[in-house]
Structures are given as C-alpha cells and as structure tokens.
C-alpha cells in the first residue's frame, strides 16, 4: 500500500486504509487528553455541547497525526523506484 501523489492519499484515508493503524492511536491520546483538559467538566456532570466538542477535537487530532504518520511510511516518491 503505497502512494507517490496527493490524491492517492487521499483515497487511502477515504477507503479507510489509515483507521487501523490511526484508531488505536487516537483512542489512548485521546483519553489521556479529555481527561486530563476536560475531567473536571465531565466529571462534574457540567459538560455542554462546547466541552463535547472539545472532547471531539482531543481525538480527531491525534487520529489525522497518526493518520499523517501512516501515510508517511508508505509514501513512495516517483523518483525514488521500487522499496529495497
């Protein structure tokens, strides 16, 4: 599973190529970092749709890192031929 241009990641992250790897990933960091920035909140039953999105956002990002990460690893250039 490899991509050299820009619309070919995309499509790897659109088929879904990237969850398996990104998933795991953005389940733990996610976590640490809801806990740790909105436990309190959470916690205290006082979350609202704003706290709820904050928690959205502490996933997604370590998801699309991971998923950058991911892509990176599988990135050949068009110069650079064939994996060794």
Partial sequence: MTWSHPAQALGLVLRGRTVRTAAPVA?????????????????????????????????LVPFCVASIGFLSACRVRPDDGPPR
């Fill in 27 to 59: 389940a733990v960091v996610g976590t640490i970092l809801s806990a740790v920035n909105q436990g309190e909140v959470l916690l205290g039953g006082a979350a609202g749709t704003g706290t709820w999105v904050r928690v959205a956002v502490n996933f």
